[in-house]
């Protein structure tokens, strides 16, 4: 089992910047890709980004795409989510997952298997 902690988040204004990262523990962080989700109030839970497990192979969701990064660093056993140009809508709390596959390539929740809390980006127009 892996255990997740999110950390980053905060208050912002749009077109600011806010750099999550999500330290992993309890199995070998290179053996596993990563995926960040968030959810807003009233939402449903939706699919950011995801890396796969050397950092190879990445992609977003099209309403981050060009705005957010995602990273891993396997020294820190850290994934990381650099948020730019940040908008209203983007305001959520976002999570961390490990995912069930070395290298995932859906947008399924239901493919990740260890959830962090969530950490909240609140984005103030």
């Known amino acids: 089992q892996v255990q997740l902690v999110e950390s980053g988040g905060g208050l912002v204004q749009a077109g600011g910047s806010l750099r999550l990262s999500c330290v992993a523990s309890?199995?070998?962080?290179?053996?596993?890709?990563m995926g960040w989700f968030r959810q807003a109030p009233g939402k449903e839970r939706e699919f950011v980004a995801a890396i796969n497990w050397n950092g190879a192979s990445i992609y977003y969701a099209d309403s981050v795409k060009g705005r957010f990064t995602i990273s891993r660093d396997r020294a820190s056993n850290t994934v990381f989510l650099q948020m730019t140009n940040l908008k209203s809508e983007d305001t959520a709390v976002y999570y961390c997952?490990?995912?069930?596959?070395?290298?995932?390539?859906?947008?399924?929740?239901?493919?990740?298997?260890?959830w962090g809390p969530g950490t909240q980006v609140t984005v103030s127009s």
């Open positions: 997952a490990a995912s069930k596959f070395r290298n995932p390539t859906t947008t399924w929740a239901a493919d990740f298997y260890s």
């Open positions: 309890g199995r070998t962080f290179s053996t596993f890709g």
